[in-house]
């Protein structure tokens, strides 16, 4: 039994300023497709079992390009997902190899089909097995952790401005302003030819009550700022309050790109600290009886040397030993 309760929840929105939504997101076995990616959604999750996943895609390439791409991301993730879906144990890296390595080369293949110019998709996404969570990213699009109050980046961008802060030669403020923000260094969607696409990945993390994981593209990050992302991660609202406020927010600061925001809530299951009572109560009962029944024997000794002393007989002795040991019986019975 997990120790701890999930609950997750999606929004999407394509934004004031496109005509169409390029994102795509991979809901523990759900995906956008084309009924449902360009209007405004919500959905929820309580996953059940050990392992499951979600994630966020950002399409690019223009026109249908870019849907292409990340519903092509979103669909190899559902399909390799299944595969190993009801295993005991899974290695989360080969797992995420596989979706990378398959929806490039499909996205590869797509592009050779069209003719097009180049299309592609960036990818966040979280794992989260026996109640660790991996991070693994590829492009911009984010994982956070929000814990105890703070909201600390997980994922790495893939960015010419990031790589330049990573180097050292611009500050983080630098980096958030820079003209090469979205210029990307990799993607889904790059011929092996010219470069083996190597996701980032976070080293296993367990999650506590209380923590909430926020995954998004980078609609919700360029409208809206990291303080206020916070604030909304340090509510008790449900999650899909929450993603249905970071999106509103970004959508009230000009909503230019498509915005998409998946938040997971972290708690304690409550089947499981029900199920812990229980032990510790029947362990208690259980210690009780042996107290019980080591002053029962003792009683009972210390009652036969004193009848044998007295020239009583011994078998008066085992006699209240027995009604003592008859008493432990009621309570294991009891327990």
């Known amino acids: 039994m997990n120790t701890l309760r999930f609950s997750a929840a999606v929004s999407v929105d394509k934004g004031h300023v496109r005509a169409n939504n390029e994102d795509n997101i991979y809901f523990n ?36 390009y870019g849907e292409e791409a990340s519903l092509i991301a979103a669909s190899v993730t559902h399909e390799l997902h299944q595969r190993c879906v009801s295993f005991e144990n899974v290695d989360t890296d080969r797992f995420i190899g596989n979706v990378v390595e398959v929806a490039n080369e499909r996205i590869c293949a797509r592009m050779q089909e069209l003719g097009s110019g180049r299309m592609g998709a960036t990818m966040a996404l979280i794992v989260v097995f026996n109640n660790t969570m991996r991070v ?61 696409i190597q996701p980032h990945k976070s080293n296993n993390i367990p999650l506590r009550p209380g923590d909430k994981i926020l995954i998004c593209s980078d609609g919700l990050t360029d ?44 708690a304690v299951n409550p089947d499981r600290a029900k199920s812990n009572q229980e032990v510790l109560r029947v362990v208690f009962l259980v210690i009780i009886a042996l107290i019980v029944l080591a002053i029962g024997t003792a009683v009972g000794f210390l009652t036969a040397d004193i009848l044998l002393a007295d020239g009583g007989l011994m078998s008066d002795a085992l006699c209240g030993l027995i009604q003592n040991k008859s008493c432990i019986g009621e309570i294991i019975k009891w327990i």
């Open 29 to 64: 076995g759900v995906y956008l497709n084309s009924e449902t990616r360009d209007g405004g959604i919500t959905l929820r999750d309580e996953p059940e079992g050990c392992l499951f996943v979600y994630a966020v895609f950002d399409g690019m390439g223009g026109e249908a």
């Open 136 to 196: 693994y990213n590829v492009g911009d699009s984010r994982v956070y952790l929000h814990r105890n109050g703070t909201l600390s980046q997980i994922s790495v961008d893939d960015s010419f401005a990031q790589r330049l802060y990573r180097m050292g030669m611009i500050t983080r403020e630098e980096a958030e302003n820079h003209k090469d923000r979205n210029k990307l260094i990799q993607h889904l969607g790059i011929d092996k030819k010219e470069m083996i």
């Open 223 to 266: 409208m809206v700022t990291a303080p206020a992302i916070n604030t909304h991660l340090m509510s008790a609202k449900p999650p899909e309050e929450i993603c249905e406020e970071l999106v509103c927010d970004a959508l009230a600061n000009g909503g230019k790109d498509n915005v998409s925001v998946i938040v997971v809530d972290v």
